[in-house]
């Protein structure tokens, strides 16, 4: 079955840096667009980066210049690279396909906490 399991959040000072992975398995995972998504309380979630199976990325406009998404498709994982975190990315973190497909079923996230 499919498996995401995102690792790498914590609590970080602002302008801090951060590095998510997201380990999957159960599925091709090279075939896919993978996305980064993250919920804050009372928001709904959102795509923060993509990264298609070219190595195309796209990001949200609140994040970039200042994350890095990338994949090891040998290693079936995704990463994020954050720098100059803000106290508005304080969030659940996610990692999932990004595609017309369903999502999979969603993993148990990384929280991220920016704060001073």
């Known amino acids: 079955q499919v498996q995401l399991v995102e690792s790498g959040g914590g609590l970080v000072q602002p302008g801090g840096s951060l590095k998510l992975s997201c380990a999957t398995s159960?599925?091709?995972?090279?075939?896919?667009?993978m996305g980064w998504y993250r919920q804050a309380p009372g928001k709904q979630r959102e795509l923060v980066a993509s990264?298609?199976?070219?190595?195309?990325?796209n990001y949200a406009d609140s994040v970039k210049g200042r994350f890095t998404i990338s994949r090891d498709d040998a290693k079936k994982t995704l990463y994020l690279q954050m720098n100059s975190l803000k106290p508005e990315d304080t969030a659940v973190y996610y990692c999932?396909?990004?595609?017309?497909?369903?999502?999979?079923?969603w993993g148990q996230g990384t929280q991220v906490t920016v704060s001073s």
């Open positions: 999932n396909r990004n595609s017309q497909l369903p999502a999979f079923p």
């Open positions: 159960g599925f091709i995972f090279s075939i896919y667009t």
């Open positions: 990264i298609a199976r070219s190595g195309h990325t």
